[in-house]
T-cell receptor
Framework: EVQVVESGGGLVQPGGSLRVSCAAS????????MNWVRQAPGKGLEWVAS????????YYVDSVKGRFTVSRDNAKNSLHLQMNSLRVEDTGVYYC?????????????WGQGTLATVSS | DIQMTQSPSTLSASVGDRVTITCRAS??????LAWYQQKPGKAPKLLIY???TLETGVPSRFSGSGSGTEFTLTISSLQPDDFATYYC??????????FGGGTKVEIK
């Protein structure tokens, strides 16, 4: 069974850092693009970042470029999002999502999410 | 950036109704569009990808159509389990990936 499980959320002050992680199982992790999508409380979905199979290609939404870094460890089937210089508007549930591998980038397996709260 | 406009934002319907949700893109997407269902406190679930391809395991009452800038998600006969929020999502080759604002389907 395909599973992705996020961890690492919490409360952090503006300007602080947080690292969220995703543990994957049940599929060949090193053959899939992996992604982060977030959702502010009561709001819609926002794509955050994507990384290719070997970690050599990384893409970000403009609002997090220079502050967030996506990485993966294929030996441990894990995905990470290092978030620095956090802002109040970064508050939300962060989902780890697997690429469907159809043409384009669509998300076919999601974790339950981990909540990151940026507040003083 | 490509903007995705979903309508309506809220929809009230009864079990058995035919429901249609529209997503309009500010630029042509060809068929690079997906639809997701999200229930409160849960992760989104992929329903349709490439505009009209039904994801494995999704009931056939769900269908997607459209290309270019206008897309629709249709539920042919609304079931109690279908009351949820639905999002469209586009992806283009310039790594401009965006979701629509969502459509909440409520019980009438």
């Amino acid at each position: 069974e395909v599973q992705v499980v996020e961890s690492g959320g919490g409360l952090v002050q503006p300007g602080g850092s947080l690292r969220v992680s995703c543990a994957a199982s049940g599929f060949a992790f090193n053959t899939y693009w992996m992604n982060w999508v977030r959702q502010a409380p009561g709001k819609g979905l926002e794509w955050v970042a994507s990384v290719n199979q070997d970690g050599s290609e990384k893409y970000y939404v403009d609002s997090v470029k220079g502050r967030f870094t996506v990485s993966r460890d294929n030996a441990k089937n894990s995905l990470h999002l290092q978030m620095n210089s956090l802002r109040v508007e970064d508050t939300g549930v962060y989902y780890c999502a697997r690429d469907h591998r159809a043409a384009g980038l669509f998300f076919d397996s999601w974790g339950q999410g981990t909540l990151a709260t940026v507040s003083s | 950036d490509i903007q995705m406009t979903q309508s309506p934002s809220t929809l009230s319907a009864s079990v058995g109704d035919r429901v249609t949700i529209t997503c309009r893109a500010s630029q042509s997407l060809s068929t690079s569009l997906a639809w997701y269902q999200q229930k409160p406190g849960k992760a989104p679930k992929l329903l349709i990808y490439k505009a009209s391809t039904l994801e494995t395991g999704v009931p056939s009452r769900f269908s997607g159509s459209g290309s270019g800038t206008e897309f629709t998600l249709t539920i042919s006969s609304l079931q109690p389990d279908d009351f949820a929020t639905y999002y469209c999502q586009q992806f283009n080759n310039n790594w401009d990936l965006t979701f629509g604002g969502g459509t909440k389907v409520e019980i009438k």
